[in-house]
């Protein structure tokens, strides 16, 4: 996911230190990310289009060093890209993992990986919509607001292979949801109205990427 739009204003691994059956991934957040990125090489982004983007992911069924280079690559490149969170297939590769360095809305930096991700249902009386404006690397330089809750749990495993559960608020619950988006073949765009597909469209073709990107055929 892209960085929020500076226009508008909002209100690894980690160790197994978890609060309410909820994986604490703040602590030693700077170090873990700059651990992940310095071992990793950063790729180029793929943009829309790519059909690599389009299509459900592969469940992640080996957890081992390629997997944990993979991690890597992808921490070095979402800092490349300057990003808060990147999907596997935003640099090229068909697994079900993502890697986030996402802040929350009082400023407190989440770091972490999650493979084969689940979006867990809420119900009914927890379903505050939040329409704050959304960004994609892989549709660079554009934004449009999108309702998404404002809270979100996203289970699925950490790069051992052990069972982890992850709740967001806010900005960080719209990363949690946008990066899984990914992984099942959508992208936030999929999610607007033709007109703001379309304005969102023109913004990319308008813009230029501060980050080298895959060409599409």
């Not at 996402?102 to 119900?123: K, M, S, Y």
């Not at 009386?125 to 554009?142: F, H, I, K, Q």
């Not at 404002?150 to 990363?175: H, K, M, S, T, W």
């Given at each position: 996911?892209?960085?929020?739009?500076?226009?508008?204003?909002?209100?690894?691994?980690?160790?197994?230190?978890?609060?309410?059956?909820?994986?604490?991934?703040?602590?030693?957040?700077?170090?873990?990310?700059?651990?992940?990125?310095?071992?990793?090489?950063?790729?180029?982004?793929?943009?829309?289009?790519?059909?690599?983007?389009?299509?459900?992911?592969?469940?992640?069924?080996?957890?081992?060093?390629?997997?944990?280079?993979?991690?890597?690559?992808?921490?070095?490149?979402?800092?490349?890209?300057?990003?808060?969170?990147?999907?596997a297939?935003?640099?090229?590769?068909?697994?079900?993992?993502?890697?986030?360095?996402?802040?929350?809305?009082?400023?407190?930096?989440?770091?972490?990986?999650?493979?084969?991700?689940?979006?867990?249902?809420?119900?009914a009386?927890?379903?505050?919509?939040?329409?704050?404006?959304?960004?994609?690397?892989?549709?660079?330089?554009?934004y449009?607001?999108?309702?998404?809750?404002?809270?979100?749990?996203?289970?699925?495993?950490?790069?051992?292979?052990?069972?982890?559960?992850?709740?967001?608020?806010?900005?960080?619950?719209?990363?949690?949801?946008?990066?899984?988006?990914?992984?099942?073949?959508?992208?936030?765009?999929?999610?607007?109205s033709?007109?703001?597909?379309?304005?969102?469209?023109?913004?990319?073709?308008?813009?230029?990427?501060?980050?080298?990107?895959?060409?599409?055929?």
């Open positions: 996911m892209a960085q929020q739009d500076s226009g508008q204003q909002v209100a690894g691994e980690v160790d197994e230190a978890e609060t309410s059956g909820f994986l604490d991934d703040t602590v030693d957040a700077e170090a873990r990310e700059q651990a992940h990125r310095e071992r990793g090489t950063a790729r180029p982004i793929t943009v829309v289009g790519n059909p690599v983007l389009h299509r459900g992911c592969q469940d992640v069924t080996a957890f081992d060093d390629k997997l944990a280079q993979l991690i890597d690559d992808m921490f070095a490149s979402q800092r490349a890209a300057e990003g808060v969170g990147l999907a297939n935003q640099i090229g590769v068909d697994l079900r993992v993502f890697v986030y360095d996402c802040p929350d809305d009082e400023g407190v930096r989440h770091v972490g990986a999650i493979c084969n991700p689940v979006i867990e249902e809420l119900p009386d927890r379903r505050e919509l939040d329409e704050s404006n959304e960004g994609c690397l892989s549709v660079p330089t554009a449009a607001p999108l309702a998404r809750p404002d809270y979100a749990i996203c289970r699925g495993q950490d790069l051992r292979g052990n069972p982890v559960a992850v709740e967001g608020r806010g900005y960080f619950a719209r990363c949690l949801q946008h990066e899984t988006d990914h992984l099942n073949g959508y992208l936030y765009i999929d999610r607007l033709k007109r703001d597909r379309k304005d969102a469209l023109r913004q990319m073709a308008e813009g230029t990427p501060r980050y080298e990107t895959v060409p599409n055929d």
